[in-house]
């Protein structure tokens, strides 16, 4: 079993690398036609909010696999 800290830094590399993931792919998307003018702003942020729910949910999904992965070893026992 890995330790709370471990369990924690592994999280939070998780979370910061699926949000940056999402950012990359967020640019790509062209969201300009849905942006009214003089609200660039508040577009932004928008699009900021987005990518942190969605990569977090994305990382979310990834450790609890990991997890019931591990977890696996308890059912074959």
């Excluded at 949000?19 to 609200?39: A, C, E, V």
């Amino acid at each position: 079993m890995l330790s709370i800290g471990q369990i924690a830094l592994m999280s939070i590399l998780s979370h910061i690398m699926f949000i940056f993931i999402t950012w990359r792919l967020m640019q790509s998307i062209n969201f300009d036609p849905l942006i009214r003018k003089g609200r660039g702003t508040e577009a932004k942020i928008l699009l900021l909010f987005l990518t942190i729910v969605i990569g977090t949910g994305v990382s979310r999904f990834f450790l609890e696999f990991l997890r019931w992965s591990q977890d696996l070893t308890y059912l074959l026992q």
